[in-house]
């Protein structure tokens, strides 16, 4: 069964940090392009980070620059978002997804796996 599973969200206080991961079952990340996306409570999905497969080109939406970080271990067949500075507007369902194209990951276009979301909650 081909998958990608999030895992690592809660509820942190507003500047804390959390990181979230997302993991391949399955298949192998190697050769994807992997996103990280959000959908707020009764908001859109938006993109947030994407990482290339090979060289580390990274994008991040402008919400987040400064604050959070993509990256991945595909000795783990595993990406990461850490995230910093947190902001109760980072509250949001999180989702990762892989792609073949970076691009096509930065529109949110094109993407053919993607896993079940994990839930954080930036409140005091």
């Known amino acids: 069964q081909v998958q990608l599973v999030e895992s690592g969200g809660g509820l942190v206080q507003p500047g804390g940090s959390l990181k979230v991961s997302c993991a391949a079952l399955?298949?192998?990340?190697?050769?994807?392009?992997i996103g990280w996306f959000r959908q707020p409570p009764g908001k859109e999905r938006e993109g947030v980070a994407c990482?290339?497969?090979?060289?580390?080109?990274?994008y991040y939406t402008d919400s987040v620059k400064g604050r959070f970080s993509i990256s991945r271990d595909n000795a783990k067949n595993t990406v990461y978002l850490q995230m910093n500075s947190l902001k109760p507007d980072d509250t949001a369902v999180y989702f990762c997804?892989?792609?073949?194209?970076?691009?096509?990951?930065?529109?949110?276009?094109?993407?053919?796996?993607w896993g079940q979301g994990t839930q954080v909650t930036v409140s005091s």
């Open positions: 990482i290339s497969s090979t060289t580390p080109t990274t």
């Open positions: 399955g298949f192998t990340l190697d050769y994807y392009v």
């Open positions: 997804a892989a792609a073949t194209i970076f691009k096509d990951c930065v529109a949110g276009v094109g993407l053919d796996f």
